[in-house]
């Protein structure tokens, strides 16, 4: 038998080779990723270290990553991404005639699409503040 033994540093060094690909894919121009091994225990535990990216790249991988999963959520109808609790209610209709209130729901609808989901939840607690004086 002559098949190499897969090690644990050879699988980290096999995974980072390929976080290495995918960050090249994106235009990443990041340093190779390494393989730390630590001894945790008595126990020889090897870690794939990514590459440190620099601010605009953490930036744009956290962008890619945005997309790719609102991508996601526009392909999946029957399962929408869930924005979790406090982002859970984000329309109440704003009253018709009402200025204050089609101008909450234009700031909310801006904020909705720079993804500053928090600006938008205010917007929304406002839209239904209509009868206090749009008090949040
Ligand atoms: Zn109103």
């Keep these: 038998m ?3 033994a897969r090690t644990p540093y050879s699988a980290c060094a096999e995974e980072g080779a390929n976080l290495d690909a ?3 894919e994106l235009g990443i121009a990041a340093p ?3 393989v730390q091994m630590t001894e945790e225990g008595g126990m020889k535990v090897a870690r794939v270290a990514p590459p440190l990216l ?6 744009r991988l956290t962008g890619v990553v945005n997309d790719g999963m609102a991508m996601a959520g526009n392909r999946c109808q029957e399962r929408p991404v ?3 609790e406090p982002y859970a209610d984000l329309s109440p209709a704003p009253v018709p005639g009402c200025v204050e209130c ?3 729901d234009k700031e909310r609808h801006e904020a909705r699409k720079r993804r500053q989901f928090a600006t938008a939840v205010v917007a929304s ?4 503040n209509h009868e206090r004086g ?3």
């Design 22 to 24: 995918a960050l090249k």
């Design 82 to 84: 869930s924005l979790g």
């Design 54 to 59: 620099t601010p605009s790249q953490t930036a």
């Design 32 to 34: 190779p990723s390494t």
């Design 102 to 104: 089609s101008a909450l």
């Design 134 to 136: 749009h008090r949040a």
């Design 2 to 4: 002559t098949t190499p």
């Design 125 to 128: 607690q406002r839209i239904r």
